[in-house]
């Protein structure tokens, strides 16, 4: 004689408790998908962009939240040269020394993400400073992507570089300078309109994602329980 689990292992009791289970996984991973995505919430595509208006120590604006933005600096003997509302060096060595550079430097708060895709900017020079120049991203102090030769004079230019997951870490970009006609302090190179594109996103912390799991588990697999309760209650 069939017990009443087995009558609920057969026949259309097992098929109600197998589509039922499926409900389940389904509505798991709708609630999980949802959880996570609570946390993802993009800011922005265009995050950041230097015009260095009234000074070249000037904040971005506008500037996205919950990120630290550096200003630009000036690296291996290069000197500030006067040139209204842009960041005007001086100084550039004839041929290209590693150590001199331009850079920025930009780092998600505690709790955020940044995701970055590519950058655009405008690169000028006077008539004896350097003709063409190089973007190099470097995370956390390691070079990690370096662009082709850009053209001095152009109209705005991008940089659509590989995209980069940060999170709580320093994102630098240095720009550097090469074939100038001479060597002193009117061989100028600036930079203008430098926008940084990509997005910045909450990062929960990993208990906040074991407490989201276990109590939807917990709470599929009580709802589970009760209705099995109840087909076997029917069955006997």
Not at 69 to 98: H, V
Not at 125 to 149: D, H, R
Request: with cysteine; glycine share 10%.
């Amino acid at each position: 004689m069939a017990t009443g689990i087995d009558k609920n292992l057969n026949g259309s009791s097992q098929k109600e408790v197998m589509s039922y289970s499926s409900k389940i996984s389904n509505t798991l991973v709708f609630c999980l998908a949802l959880v996570f995505a609570g946390y993802c919430q993009i800011s922005s595509a265009a995050l950041a962009q230097y015009d260095f208006t009234g000074s070249d120590t000037a904040a971005p604006s506008p500037a996205a939240a919950n990120v630290t933005w550096g200003n630009f600096t000036r690296n291996g003997g290069l000197s500030a040269i006067a040139n209204a509302n842009t960041f005007n060096s001086g100084g550039w060595a004839k041929p290209a020394s590693a150590s001199q550079y331009v850079s920025f430097i930009i780092q998600a708060n505690s709790g955020f993400g940044l995701t970055l895709t590519d950058m655009s900017f405008i690169g000028n020079s006077g008539s004896t400073g350097p003709n063409t120049f190089t973007v190099q991203i470097l995370v956390n102090g390691t070079a990690v992507q370096t662009s082709g030769s850009f053209n001095t004079g152009a109209a705005s230019q991008s940089f659509n570089f590989t995209d980069i997951n940060s999170t709580q870490q320093s994102v630098e970009f240095r720009f550097f300078g090469d074939s100038a006609s001479s060597v002193n302090a009117n061989d100028t190179m600036f930079f203008d309109q430098v926008v940084i594109n990509g997005s910045v996103s909450a990062v929960p912390e990993p208990a906040h994602y074991a407490l989201a799991i276990f109590g939807l588990i917990f709470t599929a697999g009580s709802i589970g329980h009760s209705r099995f309760l109840r087909l076997f209650r029917q069955g006997t």
